[in-house]
């Protein structure tokens, strides 16, 4: 899984991209909902659960969780409700483009994690990620400082959307080929759809839609499209070249919000982006085992 192989031609590269744009729309859909943006979360994961657990049920005989695994399952599960929550409330918040970037950190975070982990010196792939990494969060919440705290506090929930999603990843690493990847999303998910509802609850969000096609779009293009091809992408292709595609994502997303909401970017937004997403391919070098971008 860590080399590409002969067969990966590009008709899988299209495909790899093409699913990098799926998610990529996700920033805008949760914009376009007429709920709350924690309750747009907790529909995504309910609308794409039957399909999920179809694809989890189909795994099945591919190995099994234990009592332990389970526990991990679960708890991986409400980190990711607690990341898709946090980053839906920054989205809400700040600049499309810089809520894809950050939510998108949890490569860069990993790296940093590992180094603690094994209490060593950093490599230079390593140190250039963290490097590019603190410099552009800076720019870039340095733009958004400039048009207001509201874009400000958007990025810091963007970037702890991040956080806990290498939290996640970190989780789910104990469950590493004792079950297949569908079999271990259906139990996450499950497990996050409560979350997700009762913070919408607690903060008041509007839960029911009039509109459900943002909901739906959502559903289908972040939760199955985007992540199911993410899954099947780490078989064919190489971290670095995943990497690569990822940066696609907060391309799209910056472009959608400025066709969309005129949302524009200063030469400093531009170089802090750029060394943001210098970070991810760093990371996505550094840290091959980092796990799959954020569904």
Known sequence: ?????????????????????????????????????????????TLALPVILLLGWRERGKGSFGHTGISFAVAAGVFFAMDIASW????????????????????????????IAARRAPYRAELGAIAAAVIGSALLMGGSLEIGRENFV???????????????????RHLRGRVGSWALLSVSVTAGIPVLFAIAYGLGEQIVPTDWTPLLMLSVLSQIVGQ???????????????????????AIA????????????SAGDVVGMVLMATALVLARIAGPRAGPARP
């Open 154 to 172: 958007g990025d810091l929930f963007s970037l702890l959307a991040g956080i806990l999603y290498a939290c996640y990843i970190l989780l789910l």
């Open 1 to 45: 899984m860590t080399d590409e192989t002969p067969h990966a031609g590009p008709w899988r590269l299209g495909l790899l991209l093409l699913g990098n744009a799926a998610l990529a729309m996700g920033p805008l859909l949760v914009r376009m909902a007429d709920t709350g943006p924690v309750a747009a979360g907790f529909w995504r994961l």
């Open 228 to 250: 199911g091809v993410l899954i099947w992408a780490l078989f064919w292709f190489r971290p670095l070249v995943i990497g690569l595609a990822l940066l696609t994502q907060p």
């Open 88 to 115: 839906h409330i920054g989205i809400e918040r700040t600049r499309l483009g810089n809520a894809a970037l950050f939510g998108n950190s949890g490569s860069v975070i990993l790296v940093m994690w590992s180094l």
């Open 254 to 265: 910056a472009f959608t919000g400025w066709v969309a909401f005129g949302e524009t970017l």
